[in-house]
């Protein structure tokens, strides 16, 4: 930011269908605390498990809302323990929502496109900041078809190439955003290991964004740590 070029701060946080998990919410009040003005908070709205999310088929996209729903309750309170007293919609403005499409990890959780559709239309109703899903190289159908088990690559469900996307980016068509386009890299730490792929193989002529994973939660002190302190920082580059 000292050198005009902005810097927004999201937090992507695990999340039940009653909100962030005590740890998560230690990490935004700790963020209050130390004056961080923080954009937003994206919540991954999957693999809640049985206890939590019970007889989830069909459901999944009600849970992704009561999530979102029970989150932006977090964060109203949460504000106003700082004095800050955000509208709701300014609240929704700091929200993100990302299901995990197709089967999730629980493999009872099947999020599938009633769901992505029940989901955009709520994200229009309330104004939502951002829908997203995990993972955009999962958004099709395998080539057996519907699965048993989750696959990395594809959804384990029978749908049409790109329909969560379809669905998905009408939301953004509604609100008649306009942006220029982003072009994201997602660089994960272990990466240096056995793929030998360094920050430096990053094409930065072609991105201008990086994410990269991950960092851990302190669940007793609900500070971020880091997740692997030699891939993170001790690493020499030239």
């Known amino acids: ?34 004056n961080v003005e923080l954009a937003g ?18 459901n999944m996209g009600e849970y992704a809302i009561q999530a979102g729903e029970s989150l932006h309750n977090q964060l109203t309170l949460i504000y106003h323990e700082f004095n800050q007293y955000l509208t709701a919609d300014e609240i929704w403005q700091k929200i993100g929502i990302t299901p995990m499409i197709g089967m999730n990890e629980v493999t009872t959780e099947i999020f599938n496109l009633e769901d992505a559709q029940q989901l955009r239309e709520f994200g229009l109703e309330v104004n939502l900041n951002q829908l997203s899903i995990w993972s ?57 290991y056995d ?16 994410n990269y994973a991950f960092a851990n939660i302190n669940s007793n002190l609900g ?13 020499f580059y030239p």
């Open 1 to 34: 930011e000292n050198e005009n070029r902005p810097l927004n701060i999201w937090f992507t946080l695990p999340v039940l269908p009653d909100g962030l998990t005590q740890s998560g919410l230690e990490v935004v009040r700790s963020a209050l605390e130390n």
């Open 223 to 235: 500070t971020i740590v880091l997740g692997d302190p030699y891939a993170d920082i001790d690493q």
């Open 136 to 192: 955009a190289n999962r958004d099709k159908q395998c080539a057996e078809g519907e699965l048993n088990n989750v696959d990395i690559s594809c959804s384990s469900i029978m749908q049409d190439e790109f329909g969560f996307s379809s669905i998905l980016n009408d939301f953004s068509e509604n609100q008649g955003l306009t942006f220029d386009k982003n072009i994201v890299g997602y660089f994960v730490s272990w990466g240096v």
């Open 41 to 58: 908070i994206n919540i991954m709205t999957m693999d809640y498990g049985d206890q939590s999310a019970p007889n989830p088929v069909n």
């Open 195 to 210: 793929r030998d792929y360094e920050i430096l193989d990053i094409p930065a002529d072609k991105i201008n964004f990086i």
